[in-house]
Nanobody, 124 residues
Framework: VPVVESGGGSVQDGGSLNLSCTIS????????MGWFRQAPGKDLEGVTT???????TSADSVKGRFTISQDNAKNTLYLQMANLKPEDTAMYFC???????????????????WGQGTQVTVSS
């Protein structure tokens, strides 16, 4: 299943970026979707996830700044990032898992399909 992220780049502290993730061959309404990130030398961590009913979960560090959304007709997941901080610098990954196989949509270990990642760099 091809998972393709786009929209990463370099911005200044306080800037904004919008990421997109297109996943072909899935019925979005049957999948939990998420954005995860990995900073240099650190473990992969959850950023924000969304379930088919629209329920979202976000890390405390991004609440109020990042928004996850999806367009089922376009098979595309989005991440709007505002007021970016240097500590947001990381490789961002999109992931998906069928809800029938997912008991905890916040856990990265539940996710089956992953993209290659898109780099986000925030400079001070």
């Amino acid at each position: 299943v091809p998972v393709v992220e786009s929209g990463g780049g370099s911005v200044q502290d306080g800037g904004s970026l919008n990421l997109s993730c297109t996943i072909s061959g899935l019925t979005f309404g049957a999948y939990a979707m998420g954005w995860f990130r990995q900073a240099p030398g650190k473990d992969l961590e959850g950023v924000t996830t969304i379930e088919p009913g629209g329920r979202t979960t976000s890390a405390d560090s991004v609440k109020g700044r990042f928004t996850i959304s999806q367009d089922n007709a376009k098979n595309t997941l989005y991440l709007q990032m505002a007021n970016l901080k240097p500590e947001d610098t990381a490789m961002y990954f999109c992931a998906a898992v069928p809800t029938d196989y997912c008991s905890d949509s916040w856990s990265q270990y539940e996710y089956k399909y992953w993209g290659q990642g898109t780099q986000v760099t925030v400079s001070s």
